[in-house]
Each structure stands twice: as C-alpha cells, then as structure tokens.
C-alpha cells in the first residue's frame, strides 16, 4: 500500500499503462489517498484491498474498493475469500458483536501449520477454533478489527502498536487520517515522544508540493483544525511541517527518522474573559505554576489524575461544574470553558441531621433484592494493628470520622413499609 502511494504520485501517463487492475495491501489503505486515485487520470483501473499475514499463505481477505471506500478513514479489508474464515474474538476469546474491536482470527486449509522449531510461539499464534471441525484451528493476526454491518471486516490497526497516554488508548493512524484530510496535507505521520509522565505527541506533515511544504501548511491552522476535529487527549502537541516525510526502500514510512520536534518559544495566551481567569488562577494554584496560559495543556504542564479531581473540586467551589472526562478530553482552560456549566444555587438541596430522606434508586434496588435479609450489606472489618494500641485514640478517630462524614452516620429504618435513610 505505502509503495502503491509513492507510485501513484509519479505514476506514468494512462496512456503508457496496460494496467487493468491494480492489488495493494500488507499496510491500511487510508480513504483519502483512494479518493485521489479515483479523482486522478487512472481511475478506470480496477483497485483492490488484498489482506492476508503470511501464516495464512498471504491472501485471506480482500475488497475491490468503491467510491463509498474513498470516504471512510481507511478502506476496509473486505470478505474472506471462499473457504477460509474471518472473524472478531473480544480480550475474552468470545465473537465480538458486529461493531465491537476485538483481534482478527483466520481460519481455513490456508492456515499454516505453525513454526518450525517455537513450539510456544506456535501455541501462542495458532489455536483451537471454537467454531470449526475438531482439529481446526485460527491464527491470531495481532491487528485491531470490527465486523460492520455489512460482513466486511475493518482494520483498525495492530493491537501491539497502539499507544496508551494518560489513560486512554490513542490508535495513532486515526489521527494520521485526520491530518492528511486537512487542506494542503499531503503526508502526516504521528508519534509518541518524551518519556514517562512527559509523554507527549507529535506529528509531522508534508504539503502537496515538496518544494512549497513549508510555506503551504500553517501548523497552527492546523493545530486548530484537530482540535475542531478531535478530543483533546488526541490532539498533537506540536506539529512539524517537512519538505517531506522520510521513507524506506520498501515504501514504509521510516518513523525512527523523524526529527525531534523543537520545543521553542511558546506563547502564553492570556484570559480573554472573567471564567478563564477564574480557572486559570485555579490550574496555577494546583500545579504551583505562573507561567500558564489558556492554551496551555493540563497534563503536559505537570497535571495528573489526582490534581484534575482538585481542579474540579475548585471550580466548584468557584461556581463551575467540570467533570474528569471533560478534562481529559478539552484540557485546557479555552477548551474547559466552552463546556463549564455554572453551578445552580438551588442545585444542591441541604437537609437538617436526623432528617428521614428517601432512598436512592440503587438503595432500593438492594433492600428489594434481599427483602429478609436487611443485614446483608453490613460489613465487618478486621484490622491488625502493629504497636501498643490506645483504644480511647482510636475511639477518638472514630468519632471524628463520624462528625466529619454524613454518610458513615446514616441509618436505614423501615417506616409504614418503606425503607428509608
């Protein structure tokens, strides 16, 4: 497929080409450059979407690609070819749902019997097909699948090359595929960069015209465009814009030489409104920094999971209702202060100590279910105390806890029938 690319932008003339159809596979074959092909001089020439690992003797799945294919992310990687057999198993080895991610399995006489002389490795790869003949087996491909609606198959990526940042598994090709769709984008690649908690990502692009890279693709525009497009955990950290991407012989994209990107000057950018410098001098406070601007990224300023809680904690306090998803996915104060809902006074309604409240809809659920045994949730704790213990101090904590904490006072009673708190 990446060769495929390469040729494509230099191909020869129709008229030079007795080509009738054209095979591309071993890599995903992204919607974007099918489209260009089908609006470029060759698109009479029939296109297919082969798929198949070469424990499976390479051919095992394949598409002959359409118009409504140049629309989607990456084209998918079709049907299995008669005989053999394609389907989704879940991290559970059951069938995913149609839709559902799960690891591509191939079954069929084409799959190859093992490796010689790993038998681990071999167990590992090829095993028991629950659905087949007795003896039959599938080989495990490692890549990323769901099953659409339709029977075909869509590769996702390879389940060992995605990348988990913050807690959230990020498919990298995903947001090469947005890149390439923005205007002037030719080439895009992305990678992780930095190491433990500075983890970062980076992409790189290249413009339509090798020698005008530089001066047709604005990386800032860019930087907005993802951020339109994209949740927030998935938007690069910075941009680098090439004369051109660098690739292998064989038409792969060579990610270890990719340049470090450059960290340079960044400009702060100062509240605009009341709202964001109410949260920035809360981020400040937080992450004990002064140097913040709203366009600032919480993680990649120090934040963690523990101070996001904190954050919004504030912002409460302060009026502002966030919630931890919104921070991870929009975090930066701009991004926060498009979703931020102002707290209601009249939200939160105060009840007096000793006041009877009705139970919630989970609460009930758990009196229903054990209707005799109302001592079924009580728990009973063991602690072994290292050291002499002093029992009025532990009385003492206890206490405190108590009056510190409502619901470690509540009581459940049974009134007229129905239970309350």
């Known amino acids: 497929t990446a060769l495929w ?3 494509q932008r230099h191909a020869p003339p129709r008229a030079q080409l007795a080509l009738r159809q054209v095979t591309v596979g071993g890599e995903a ?6 489209a260009r092909w089908r609006e470029g001089p060759l698109a009479d020439i029939r296109l297919d979407n082969l798929y198949g690992p070469t424990e499976t003797t390479v051919a095992a799945l394949y598409r002959r690609t359409g118009a409504d294919d140049a629309r989607q992310v990456t084209v998918p990687i079709g049907h299995p070819y008669p005989g053999r057999t394609a389907r989704v198993f879940d991290a559970f080895g059951d069938e995913a749902p149609v839709g559902g991610l799960g690891e591509l399995c191939i079954g069929g006489p084409t799959v190859a019997r093992g490796y010689p002389g790993r038998a681990a490795l071999t167990a590992e790869r090829f095993v028991p097909d629950p659905y ?6 599938v080989y495990r491909s490692g890549d990323l699948c769901r099953m659409r609606v339709d029977g075909t198959v869509e590769f996702l990526g390879r389940l060992d090359q995605q990348v988990k940042l913050r807690g959230q598994r990020i498919e990298l090709g995903e947001i090469e595929a947005v890149l390439r769709q923005c205007e002037g984008v030719r ?7 930095g190491e433990a908690q500075k983890q970062r990502l980076a992409a790189y692009v290249a413009g339509q015209s090798d020698a005008a890279s530089l001066q047709t693709v604005d990386a800032q525009r860019l ?11 998935m938007v690069p950290s910075s941009i680098t814009v090439l004369a051109r991407l660098p690739w292998m012989p064989n038409g792969k994209l060579d990610r270890a030489s990719l340049p470090t990107p450059q960290a340079g000057a960044i400009e702060r950018v100062a509240p605009s409104n009341g709202v964001e410098a109410a949260l920035l001098s809360i981020w400040a406070a937080v992450l004990g920094r002064d140097d913040l601007g709203v366009t600032d990224n919480f993680f990649e300023a120090g934040g963690d999971s523990i101070q996001s809680l904190q954050i919004i904690a504030r912002a409460r306090e302060a009026g502002w209702r966030l919630t931890p998803r919104q921070v991870f996915e ?5 991004g926060l202060v498009q979703r931020a809902q102002r707290v209601d006074a009249g939200a939160v309604q105060e009840f007096d100590d000793g006041a009877a409240l009705p139970l919630t809809p989970i609460q009930r659920l758990f009196f229903e279910r054990y209707p005799q045994g109302e ?3 009580n728990q009973a704790v063991l602690l072994k105390v290292k050291g002499r213990l002093v029992p009025a101090a532990l009385e003492r904590a206890v206490a405190a806890l108590e009056a510190r904490h409502d619901a470690l006072r509540l009581r459940f009673v049974k009134e007229a029938g129905e239970w309350k708190q």
């Open 29 to 34: 074959l992204p919607g974007d450059a099918l």
């Open 132 to 137: 087949g003949e007795p003896g039959a087996r």
């Open 375 to 377: 001592s079924h949730w």
């Open 187 to 193: 080439e895009a690649a992305v990678i992780v960069v």
């Open 223 to 233: 930087q907005r465009e993802l951020e339109q497009k994209l949740p927030g955990y």
């Open 330 to 334: 929009h975090p930066t104060v701009a």
């Open 5 to 7: 690319q390469q040729w």
